[in-house]
Nanobody, 115 residues
């Protein structure tokens, strides 16, 4: 069973940056596409960024395009989300999961963008 542990969230001022990490347990990490998702209060969970297992183009939601970058380190079974130029509307709990997502989710990491 895959376990996903997100970290790196926190409180940051508008315009600031954060780097999220997601460590995945289990085998076969490198063969799966991975995604970062977020859920803001009162809203549905949404896909923010996706990185394929092979040489395909990364996907970014329009709301984060040009500001967020998703990368992965298959040797460490870890996927990252570099978030720059953060805005208050980026405030949410951020989760990682495979893409398409597995039914089970990690605890997520809270990102709060506020002055």
């Amino acid at each position: 069973q895959v376990q996903l542990v997100e970290s790196g969230g926190g409180l940051v001022q508008p315009g600031g940056s954060l780097r999220l990490s997601c460590a995945a347990s289990g085998s076969g990490f490198s063969i799966y596409a991975m995604g970062w998702y977020r859920q803001a209060p009162g809203k549905q969970r949404e896909l923010v960024a996706r990185i394929p297992s092979g040489s395909w183009t990364n996907y970014y939601a329009d709301s984060v395009k040009g500001r967020f970058t998703i990368t992965r380190d298959n040797a460490k079974n870890t996927v990252y989300l570099q978030m720059n130029s953060l805005k208050p509307e980026d405030t949410a709990v951020y989760y990682c999961n495979r893409y398409p997502s597995l039914p089970s989710w990690g605890q997520g990491t809270q990102v709060t963008v506020s002055s």
